[in-house]
């Protein structure tokens, strides 16, 4: 695997997330109801990544007793459906004859299995699954089996997915209950100076990490403008700039990423979706007359002379 595939920045949400989640790990066994949070934010946020790296720091274990599985991670199926959803669960947890039997017996193994493997902490990603089911639609049965099992085995859960996926703990009121505070993920708002001071040392970190690549200083203020401009401050399309120009620069005898090597990135990676926005890595690029940026999830453009102006205030204050 290319290096900047690897790359992995832990940057101060993604360590508050981690928090957050090892608090509801840790409370597993301590309390009468153990700690439950979700996690919300835009595509490309970067939810699956923090809840990877968590997984990641409490892998399965095979002892002489057998399995243990401390964190079960699954994504909620499209359209889930109790028989669906359990079957996601078993088979995570290894069980071979995960599609077997009705759905009595299938929770019956379900909970044996989270006893045996050990399982203290529960996380489901794309929980906006759930309402995605003909729009509003939210199947309550699926959330009252999942609820059932949770509190059979008194399992801390982490749910995790896009802003909608609220809606599942608002309409039911005993999940809801078990929840703590959102933890919200999201694309970094370059209007916003603490917000704009992080994006730039994620690039910085990132740059640090691909220390065989040389390029232009990306946490410099007009570069990070630009990356935040082509990526919509989200980590998700800022990494695929990053990662695709590196996949084209690594064929190059200095592995050098340049100016015009992001903006052939950016060509490929994302302008497809937005056409009617200027490829922010070209020569002739002006943030004073660049239209909107607009997150596809989000309805509300940013004003660009918004951007213009912090921009230009960054550039004295850095010179
Ligand atoms: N902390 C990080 N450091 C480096 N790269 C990251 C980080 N977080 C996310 N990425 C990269 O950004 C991309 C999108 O991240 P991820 O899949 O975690 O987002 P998501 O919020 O789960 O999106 P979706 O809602 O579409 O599933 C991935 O390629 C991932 O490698
Ligand atoms: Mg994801």
């Known amino acids: 695997m290319d290096c900047s595939e690897r790359v992995l920045v832990k940057y101060p949400l993604f360590t508050t997330a981690v928090r957050r989640i090892q608090e509801c790990f840790d409370s597993y066994g301590t309390t009468a109801e153990p700690a439950c949070c979700p996690i919300v934010g835009e595509s490309g946020s970067g939810k699956t990544t ?12 095979d002892h002489k007793w057998g399995t243990e599985q401390p964190v079960l991670l699954a994504k909620i199926p499209a359209r889930p459906t109790v028989k669906s959803l359990a079957e996601t669960l078993l088979y995570k947890l290894g069980d071979p004859l995960w599609s077997r039997g009705n759905t009595v017996s299938k929770s019956i193994r379900l909970r044996e299995l989270l006893k045996q493997c050990h399982v203290r902490l529960l996380a489901l990603d794309e929980f ?7 729009q509003a639609n939210i199947p309550n049965d699926v959330a009252d089996w999942l609820k059932e099992q949770v509190e059979e085995a008194k399992l801390a859960i982490v749910v995790l997915g896009l802003e909608r996926c609220l809606e599942v703990l608002r309409q039911n009121e005993q999940l809801r209950r078990r929840f703590g505070a959102n933890v919200r993920v999201g694309a970094f708002r370059w209007e916003n100076k603490e917000e704009r001071t992080v994006y730039r040392a994620f690039l910085r970190a990132v740059q640090e990490q691909l ?23 989200l980590i998700g399309y800022t990494m695929k700039i990053i990662r695709g120009a590196a996949r084209l620069a690594s064929s190059r005898p200095l592995r050098e990423i ?5 903006a052939q990135s950016y060509a490929v990676n994302v302008w497809a979706e937005r056409l009617d926005c200027p490829n922010p890595f070209l020569d002739d690029f002006d943030p004073d007359k660049a239209p909107p940026v607009k997150i596809p999830s989000r309805t509300t453009a940013v004003d660009p002379r918004m951007h213009g102006r912090h921009y230009s205030t960054r550039v004295e204050l850095h010179a």
Request: net charge negative.
């Open 258 to 262: 340049t100016l015009e090597t992001l």
């Open 211 to 233: 220390s065989e690549f040389t390029m232009p200083v990306l946490s410099d203020v007009e570069m990070a403008f630009r990356m935040h401009y082509g990526s919509f401050g």
């Open 50 to 61: 923090i809840i990877s790296y968590f997984a990641h720091l409490h892998p399965r274990v």
């Open 128 to 134: 906006q699954h759930f309402v995605d089911v003909r």
